[in-house]
Each structure stands twice: as C-alpha cells, then as structure tokens.
C-alpha cells in the first residue's frame, strides 16, 4: 500500500462502478442496500470537501431485466433499447438514495469521441466542472444508446479514467471484485502476492495480470491496468479495491488492502506538461492590466486582449504576449480566431451584442492557461 493514503487528502475523487455490484445476478434487482451505503460514503466524502463523480455501468443489466430480455442477448439493437430503458432507471436510483443527505446528482452520458475531439472535451470539461462547482455529483455512464463500435470506450475502467484525467480528479477509485493486484490468480494459486504499491505499469505487471483473473463483467485486470497508464499520465492515483461489502469507500478510506498506482507528477502538473507541449497556433497580446491579473492566477478575458494573429479553433492552444511581444504564457483558448476578433477589449457582458449570444466568460480559463 502506498505511503500515505491518497484518500486521506483528496480533493476530487472519481468512483466506478461496475454493473456486478449494482445488479444482483441472483435477484436479479437492483442492490438499493448497497447504492444506499456508498451515499452515505459519497455524503461522508463531501462533508471532508472532496468533490466526487461516479462512473455507473448497469444501465444494460437493469433494462435487460426491465424488458425481460436475456442476458445472453446479442443483438446490438436489443443493447440498446436496454440501455435506453435501463438508464432512466438507474439515474432514478442514483438520485432516490442521494435525496437523504440533500445531494443533488446529474446524469452525463459519453462516448470515447468526447474525449478524442478537443471542442467536446472541453464542453464536457466545462460541463463536468460547473456541475461540481454548484455541488452536485456526476452520475456518468458510456452513452450506449447510440455508441457504435468505433466510438465506444469498451468499458467502464478507461472512461472513468478518461474522466478523471477530463476532471483534473486527484484519485480514481475502481471498486471491483478483488483487493488489487497479485503475482498470479489468488483463486488458484495460494502463493500469489499481493502488490499494494506500483508506481509504473510496466510489461511484466501486464503480463502477469493476463493470467491473474478476471474482474469485472466486461473487462479484467488488463483493462484496469490500461486505465492505470491512462491515470497515470494525467497524474491521476488510483485505487483498485474490494467493492462488493457496504460502504466501500468508508472502507478504503480506513486503510483497506488495496493496490495504488501512484504517478511521479500531480494532475496540474501532467495537465501543465500537456499544455506546454502543444503547438501554438495563434498569439494573443494582452495589455498591462490582463499581464497583472494573469500573475496573480486569474484568467484572462477578452477585456484585456489587444490583438490576436493566426487561424485557430475553439480549443487550440495559443501563445499569450504582452504588448512588447515578450511570451507569458500558453493556454486552449475558448474561442476560435472569427469570434475572438470581435470581442477583442470587450467586456463579458457585452458578448450578447458582439456574438450574436452571450459566450463564455473567460477567452482562457485559468485551468487551460500556464505561465511560462
């Protein structure tokens, strides 16, 4: 195990959850004891201020039995109209066991194109952000209404790690049907090992959970180690850990057996690098009252910016400068150069006139943006 608990001081936490906990096979209903002890985990977590967004599958599983249809059923279509079904009713759930403890949750459909394409991951970027901003939790599931097979994440480990990544999330948790990691399958082999701190994924821990066991209906340990690179990189720690007893996170939290996977850099700083790395493909000079709010962490708004030179998208990076052309910074900038050239020194609520609608309030959010 690592160190420190990262739950101990985590600010932003994202949740799967996978459909076996949901859903009891035997019953074949929903497990609302269970739901009901991770909200009181969830309202625990955000009494202590951390911010937390649940990946949820089960929408299949629970329309599948809504329908009445088989588990084995393979046609795509009849997933689908599953899905459709199923989802209603487990944002239902999400929100009825939520309601005791007056936390309001949203429904976030995706798709992996939504983390691919740069303006849609900056919408959901956005989208996800103002939801935590008003308090309220992100319940998000792969949009398997209309997902086709080019566009699907495949499972629910690497889009709740795209979605921590998305986030800026310090820790993602996997709740799933074992403790961690081990040296072979704990099943068979009495003499596994279990490995509770890992800071690389590397080809031999791959190969060895190729043949450690499954976990998870549609996954396993690889694609779980998958979404640790992916983690990892964004300078995300992750936790896979024992799902399946009451209050799960309460659990960890008390120092349960679990792996860690815990990156060199923090999410800002893997956010930073990525930035940085970008290449600009506009310059933005800013006057002297826009460089002072920039040092100060603010972010920069249309206000202050005096020209703009080259042709960039919504989302693009660009080099920020003041009025000697000396460079202060790189950020994704949110609007693209057409637009950007008639709110030049005009202030956000006048946007409405400019635009043609009210727009965004930053022209780069300090989030996007990195002083160098």
Same mark, same amino acid.
């Not at 009713?89 to 740069?118: F, K």
């Not at 993602?172 to 049907?177: G, I, N, P, R």
């Not at 009252?289 to 910016?305: I, P, T, Y």
């Given at each position: 195990?690592?160190?420190?608990?990262?739950?101990?001081?985590?600010?932003?936490?994202?949740?799967?959850?996978?459909?076996?906990?949901?859903?009891?096979?035997?019953?074949?209903?929903?497990?609302?004891?269970? $739901?009901?002890? /991770?909200?009181?985990?969830?309202?625990?977590?955000?009494?202590?201020?951390?911010?937390?967004?649940?990946?949820?599958?089960?929408?299949?599983? $629970?329309?599948?039995? *809504?329908?009445?249809?088989?588990?084995?059923?393979?046609?795509?279509?009849?997933?689908?109209?599953?899905?459709?079904?199923?989802?209603?009713?487990?944002?239902?759930?999400?929100?009825?066991?939520?309601?005791?403890?007056?936390?309001?949750?949203?429904?976030?459909?995706?798709?992996?194109?939504?983390?691919?394409?740069?303006?849609?991951?900056?919408?959901?970027?956005?989208?996800?952000?103002? $939801?935590?901003?008003?308090?309220?939790?992100?319940?998000?599931?792969?949009?398997?209404?209309?997902?086709?097979?080019?566009?699907? +994440?495949?499972?629910?480990?690497?889009?709740?790690?795209?979605?921590?990544?998305?986030?800026?999330?310090?820790?993602?948790?996997?709740?799933?049907?074992?403790?961690?990691?081990?040296?072979?399958?704990?099943?068979?082999?009495?003499?596994?090992?279990?490995?509770?701190?890992?800071?690389?994924?590397?080809?031999?821990?791959?190969?060895?959970?190729?043949?450690?066991?499954?976990?998870?209906?549609?996954?396993?340990?690889?694609?779980?180690?998958?979404?640790?690179?992916?983690?990892?990189?964004?300078?995300?720690?992750?936790?896979?850990?024992?799902?399946? *007893?009451?209050?799960?996170?309460?659990?960890?939290?008390?120092?349960?057996?679990?792996?860690?996977?815990?990156?060199?850099? =923090?999410?800002?700083?893997?956010?930073?690098?990525?930035?940085?790395?970008?290449?600009?493909?506009?310059?933005?000079?800013?006057?002297?009252?826009?460089?002072?709010?920039?040092?100060?962490?603010?972010?920069?708004?249309?206000?202050?910016?005096?020209?703009?030179?080259?042709? +960039?998208?919504?989302? =693009?990076?660009?080099?920020?400068?003041?009025?000697?052309?000396?460079?202060?910074?790189?950020? /994704?900038?949110?609007?693209?150069?057409?637009?950007?050239?008639?709110?030049?020194?005009?202030?956000?609520?006048?946007?409405?006139?400019?635009?043609?609608?009210?727009?965004?309030?930053?022209?780069?959010?300090? =989030?996007?943006?990195?002083?160098?």
């Amino acid at each position: 195990m690592a160190p420190l608990n990262p739950l101990k001081n985590c600010k932003r936490l994202v949740i799967k959850i996978g459909s076996a906990l949901l859903v009891d096979s035997e019953k074949h209903a929903l497990r609302r004891d269970w $739901l009901a002890s /991770l909200a009181k985990d969830i309202a625990m977590l955000r009494d202590r201020g951390t911010d937390v967004l649940i990946v949820s599958s089960g929408s299949i599983a $629970l329309g599948r039995e *809504i329908l009445n249809l088989p588990k084995d059923a393979q046609q795509v279509s009849q997933s689908q109209a599953a899905a459709a079904v199923g989802q209603n009713a487990l944002a239902q759930a999400y929100q009825e066991v939520m309601l005791p403890h007056n936390i309001t949750t949203a429904q976030v459909l995706l798709t992996s194109e939504d983390g691919e394409d740069r303006r849609r991951y900056l919408n959901t970027q956005a989208t996800l952000t103002t $939801l935590l901003d008003m308090k309220v939790v992100p319940i998000i599931n792969e949009n398997d209404t209309v997902a086709t097979d080019e566009i699907r +994440f495949g499972d629910n480990d690497r889009l709740a790690a795209q979605v921590a990544v998305m986030a800026a999330a310090d820790v993602l948790v996997l709740l799933s049907d074992v403790d961690g990691i081990y040296t072979a399958n704990p099943k068979n082999d009495p003499n596994a090992e279990h490995i509770g701190l890992i800071n690389e994924v590397t080809a031999d821990l791959e190969a060895m959970a190729s043949g450690a066991g499954s976990a998870g209906a549609k996954g396993g340990m690889i694609t779980k180690l998958m979404a640790a690179k992916t983690a990892m990189r964004g300078g995300v720690k992750m936790s896979i850990g024992i799902g399946d *007893i009451p209050h799960p996170i309460s659990n960890l939290l008390n120092g349960a057996k679990t792996s860690w996977f815990v990156p060199q850099n =923090d999410p800002d700083n893997a956010r930073k690098n990525w930035i940085t790395s970008m290449k600009p493909r506009g310059v933005i000079t800013i006057d002297d009252g826009a460089v002072s709010a920039l040092q100060r962490g603010s972010s920069l708004l249309a206000a202050g910016c005096a020209q703009i030179k080259g042709e +960039f998208n919504r989302g =693009d990076a660009v080099d920020v400068v003041d009025v000697s052309g000396q460079i202060l910074a790189r950020g /994704l900038v949110a609007y693209d150069a057409f637009e950007a050239l008639k709110i030049l020194g005009v202030k956000s609520n006048n946007f409405n006139h400019h635009l043609g609608y009210s727009g965004r309030g930053a022209f780069i959010h300090r =989030d996007n943006l990195v002083m160098l």
